[in-house]
């Protein structure tokens, strides 16, 4: 085995200076080693070799050092065999060259690390996060086999602190957001035990919400718990993890709703966005791309109501059907509680442009058409026009979506102006 680092070099400068005054400025170690000498040790045995070698030599003339070259070889050898443990020291050489070279050759002990495994703990993470940390440091065996393979058995404590810095610089570049640590059982047949803790911050509470466009947000309800214990598989988890790997999260919290059978028979798909952080924000969205059903409730305030329906009171319910050119057929049921009055719409609605939507509809019970048209000119603002042909009515409304579960319209038509508070459940 041969191995060298450069511990110091020269400029040309320095050379021309050290040619002049014949004093050597500077050294250069190699180590030569019967056997395998890992990289990390190598290093390390250099450094102990120019340390002694610069000690010894810096300064001194270089005719003086090559006329008592066997001395300064044999304090060399004596010094660095004692603190050497796993190896002895064969002989060492000084080679006068651009620099003065420190060559040492080794002889390792015979007994040797002839197998190694290697035992990885995750501590205090569930299975999914587990899972994709094993990804992560996939290839964690294979440092500790060049690291200590074939190496003598006493050198294995001498070489500790070489492992731990190849052990934090692999977890640096692969999981930042963990450290590790590790114990040694050695003999011929070495193992390894490596334990992974989560570094601070961590995930501590979650805040999940669940919405939809196309279904009853209450229905939803029937699969909160679902994504509540999937949400809080990651508390306790580094918010650093969470947000590398957040794509990945937020498709196994989206497969949690997607894959149940009821969903899976209302076509729905469901999208999820965390915000990573010690208190996360979880926000799943769950629609269907065939169907719509959809009730809510409506109140006005301020308008000449017709008296044989209620006083501005109505629950509205749809379904619908939808198709893939983003046109569908639906039906429409409007109940006024107070008279128990009710109305019945079917329809078809088509997608005109971006953001606006057209529909038309015939009122079964009282048999007469209506038209009407959508236009979302921004994410909570909307313009709503409707033409009802019995009495013909024109009616416009501006609508601002408070949140999820309420919407505020400004309403007008032929005869009056009043408010519209519309509620979705």
């Keep these: 085995m041969f191995c060298f680092g450069v511990i110091s070099g020269m400029t040309a400068k320095d050379a021309e200076a050290a040619s002049r005054t014949d004093k050597i400025q500077s050294l250069r170690a190699e180590v030569v080693g019967n ?17 002694i070698g610069v000690q010894l030599l810096e300064g001194k003339s270089l005719e003086d050092t090559i006329k008592n070259k066997a001395q300064y070889e044999g304090i060399i050898q004596q010094v660095f065999d004692k603190v050497l443990v796993g190896y002895s020291v064969y002989k060492v050489e000084l080679r006068p060259e651009n620099d003065l070279v420190v060559v040492v050759h080794l002889i390792p002990w015979q007994d040797k690390i002839e197998q190694l495994s290697v035992e990885t703990r995750i501590v205090g993470m569930p299975p999914v996060v587990e899972e994709l ?43 930042p957001e963990f450290r590790a640590d590790f114990d040694l059982v050695v003999d011929r047949d070495t193992k390894v035990i490596v334990d992974i803790y989560p570094l ?55 497969k949690r709703v997607d894959e149940n059978g009821l969903a899976k028979a209302w076509s729905v798909h469901t999208d999820v966005t965390l915000k990573a952080a010690e208190r996360m924000d979880i926000m799943s969205r769950s629609n269907s791309k065939d169907y719509v059903l959809r009730f809510e409730g409506r109140a006005e305030i301020g308008h000449s109501h017709d008296e044989t329906k209620d006083n501005g009171l109505m629950v509205r319910g749809l379904l619908g059907r939808q ?33 606006i939507t057209g529909n038309v509809r015939y009122d079964l019970k009282d048999k007469y058409w ?20 019995l009495g013909g009515i024109n009616e416009l409304a501006l609508r601002y979506k408070l949140h999820d579960f309420l919407s505020l319209e400004c309403v007008m038509d032929n005869h009056d102006r009043w408010l519209r508070f519309i509620g979705y459940f």
């Design 133 to 175: 940390l094993r990804e992560d440091i996939a290839g964690i065996d294979q440092l500790f086999d060049d690291m200590l393979l074939n190496l003598p058995v006493a050198a294995a404590d001498w070489t500790n602190g070489v492992v731990k810095h190849r052990l934090n610089e692999f977890m640096l570049q692969r999981a």
């Design 370 to 389: 209506k038209a009407g048209v959508k236009y979302n000119f921004a994410p909570k603002w909307s313009v709503l026009y409707e033409y009802r042909h």
């Design 200 to 254: 601070l911050p961590v995930v501590r509470t979650t805040d999940l919400s669940m919405r939809s466009d196309t279904l009853p947000n209450a229905a939803l309800l029937t699969q909160r718990q679902n994504m509540q214990d999937g949400a809080d598989m990651f508390v306790g988890v580094p918010v650093a993890f969470v947000e590398r790997h957040k794509g990945t999260i937020e498709d196994l919290l989206e």
């Design 323 to 355: 198709f893939k050119n983003r046109d569908g057929i639906f039906t429409l049921v409007d109940f006024y509680p107070q008279h128990a009055h009710w109305d019945w719409d079917v329809g078809y609605y088509k997608e005109l442009l971006p953001k």
């Design 35 to 51: 056997g395998h000498i890992p990289t990390g040790v190598c290093e390390r045995m250099e450094n102990s070799v120019k340390a």
